[in-house]
Nanobody, 124 residues
């Protein structure tokens, strides 16, 4: 089992920045690829970004966040981060952290473990 706890959400004005954190406990954190997802009001959950295992040498982003969001991980702290810049009102959502063993699934929603989410609200 892996337990994931997100933090760092909040209210920010359009164009502002937030950094989300996700702390993992349980099985070996470095064995899992980590991802961030979001689910806006009345919308499906969607992939935002992912990072590969221990070295974090590979990253993936949805097209709409490329150049604005950065995913990173600190295996010594069992933590993955999502730095979000130039936020837009339409990015208001609950943001979820998740972990997956299979790198083939990193851009899908078929992750193994999920956190409870943290609310991000972007005001116009």
């Amino acid at each position: 089992q892996v337990q994931l706890v997100e933090s760092g959400g909040g209210l920010v004005q359009a164009g502002g920045s937030l950094r989300l954190s996700c702390v993992a406990s349980g099985r070996t954190f470095s064995s899992y690829a980590m991802g961030w997802f979001r689910q806006g009001p009345g919308k499906e959950r969607e992939f935002v970004a992912a990072i590969s295992w221990s070295g974090g040498s590979r990253t993936w982003y949805r097209d709409s966040v490329k150049g604005r969001f950065t995913i990173s991980r600190d295996n010594a702290k069992n933590t993955v981060y999502l730095l979000m810049n130039s936020l837009k009102p339409e990015e208001t959502a609950v943001y979820y952290c998740a972990s997956v063993l299979s790198i083939l699934k990193v851009t899908t929603t078929r992750y193994d473990y999920w956190g409870q989410g943290t609310q991000v609200t972007v005001s116009s």
